[in-house]
């Protein structure tokens, strides 16, 4: 939920200073719920469009506006810290989680992961609990 809030405070900042109307602002709101909500589905752009009852390329050009990002490169984003927080506090593996998180293959999440944060998700919480043992130590 903190990713939530941060993209929800980078709208709210880009709004201000932008001109966004308030309608773009509950609209990116509504899309951000939305995907907080389906974290665990493969994203769907007709699904997001349906709910919302909107066109989605309006719903991805305001999306941008608003936020600097796209809707898709959000949801994934969402997605990835929401792996981290269930490596971090729960006992299930890399493919149960890139299974919950809608990743039908396991490689692929790892590819994902990777390409944003520059390692793969093994690699990235070795660190994680080194530093954390490091710590109590």
Known sequence: MNVYQFFLELHAA???QDGITEAARRTTERIMAYLVAHLEDPFDAARLQ???N???SYL???FKRATGKSIVETHTMLKLNKA???TRLSSLNLTEISERLGYQNPFYFSRVF???YGE???AYMRQFYKSSN???N
């Open 84 to 86: 981290i927080e269930l």
């Open 54 to 56: 909107m066109n989605y």
């Open 134 to 136: 490091d710590r109590r």
């Open 120 to 122: 793969s998700p093994s």
């Open 60 to 62: 991805s050009a305001s």
């Open 14 to 16: 880009a709004s201000d």
């Open 50 to 52: 349906t709910h919302l």
């Open 114 to 116: 990777k390409k944003v």
